[in-house]
T-cell receptor, first 114, second 111 residues
Framework: NAGVMQNPRHLVRRRGQEARLRCSPM?????VYWYRQLPEEGLKFMVY????????ESGMPKERFSAEFPKEGPSILRIQQVVRGDSAAYFC????????????FGPGTRLLVL | KQEVTQIPAALSVPEGENLVLNCSFT??????LQWFRQDPGKGLTSLLL?????REQTSGRLNASLDKSSGRSTLYIAASQPGDSATYLC??????????FGAGTRLTVKP
């Protein structure tokens, strides 16, 4: 049973470009969480999704950021018109049901905006 | 609002020492607390999960304790090894949807 997979592992973008980060949850997991880790800071919750539904996006910036978890395929975190402040590690986690059990984390995508 | 604090922010010890990492949280109404390990440039590895009804969990040389009433947890590492060098994060569930993380303790174990 493969763990949570994220790709790409590293992503370099210039200011104004779009960044797409992908997350494939563990098999059998229908709950996906995205977190952001800024340099020298802890992880901060961004968004919680179930298949085809955004459950809680209270941690996600209102502009330029969006997330989806379609019926088929991975969850996508999309950042439009990236700025240097978006440079961070973005982690995805999955769980088989709502919080109460451990979340399993992917290796992260490190985004660098030049 | 739940806030998680970890002290110290960084710790350097010689190999073989026993050490304690501290985690505190402001809202004691939690139903579990989790300790993770993060290696530089890598993801998170879950070390121990303590349910609110438990007072401690052990895994090998690691022992985590939980005192909900005082809003504290400790991670005890026995006989530290250079391979234990990493950042250790504690996290508690919040609002049923996300986890709140501390900023971590960066541990260096010198050979």
């Amino acid at each position: 049973n493969a763990g949570v997979m994220q790709n790409p592992r590293h992503l370099v973008r210039r200011r104004g470009q779009e960044a797409r980060l992908r997350c494939s949850p563990m098999k059998g997991h229908s709950h996906v969480y995205w977190y952001r880790q800024l340099p020298e800071e802890g992880l901060k919750f961004m968004v919680y999704l179930q298949k085809e539904n955004i459950i809680d996006e209270s941690g996600m910036p209102k502009e330029r950021f969006s997330a989806e978890f379609p019926k088929e395929g991975p969850s996508i975190l999309r950042i439009q018109q990236v700025v240097r402040g978006d440079s961070a590690a973005y982690f995805c986690a999955s769980s088989p049901r709502q919080l109460g059990e451990t979340q399993y984390f992917g290796p992260g995508t490190r985004l660098l905006v030049l | 609002k739940q806030e998680v604090t970890q002290i110290p922010a960084a710790l350097s010890v010689p190999e073989g020492e026993n050490l304690v990492l501290n985690c505190s949280f402001t809202d004691s109404a939690i139903y579990n607390l989790q300790w993770f390990r993060q290696d530089p440039g890598k993801g998170l590895t879950s070390l121990l999960l303590i349910q609110s009804s438990q007072r401690e969990q052990t895994s090998g040389r690691l022992n985590a304790s939980l005192d909900k009433s005082s809003g504290r947890s400790t991670l005890y590492i026995a006989a530290s090894q250079p391979g234990d060098s990493a950042t250790y994060l504690c996290a508690v569930p919040y609002n049923n949807n996300d986890m709140r993380f501390g900023a971590g303790t960066r541990l260096t174990v010198k050979p």
